[in-house]
């Protein structure tokens, strides 16, 4: 089974993520529990199931412009599993839980998103 969620949102890049950490823990720990309670709102507004099988994740990326290199974007990898977690889409976000993880990388000045295509694992 193949699940897609959605997310009409931009999160932080990696960058902008240790730029956080490095100016004050206090507030880094707080925008990571934002961004988190954001997918995890977002993701329970669009499934209502557990995933119980282990998962390969597809995160395509669709972003405004080239200025911030596709490893930076991808750092927002972090809130999206935590998400879905914290959702309870996924029991966890271990290796027992999540298979492979796939980014792809396009431009979409008009509408920048976050497509996630969830794909149960047979083992």
Not at 26 to 41: D, G, M, P, R, S
Not at 80 to 94: M, S
Request: aromatic share 10%; charged share 30%.
């Amino acid at each position: 089974m193949i699940y897609k969620l959605t997310y009409d949102v931009q999160l932080p890049s990696m960058n902008q993520i240790i730029d956080s950490n490095r100016k004050n823990k206090f507030v880094a720990a707080k925008e990571k529990k934002q961004y988190t309670k954001l997918i995890a709102y977002l993701t329970k507004a669009q499934m209502k199931k557990s995933i119980e099988k282990k998962v390969d994740i597809s995160c395509h990326w669709y972003v405004k412009n080239r200025m911030t290199d596709k490893d930076n974007i991808a750092g927002g990898i972090k809130f999206l599993l935590d998400g879905l977690q914290e959702a309870q889409v996924i029991k966890n976000d271990g290796w027992k839980e999540i298979g492979n993880i796939f980014h792809f990388f396009e431009v979409d000045k008009d509408n920048p998103r976050i497509e996630l295509f969830l794909t149960e694992v047979e083992e």
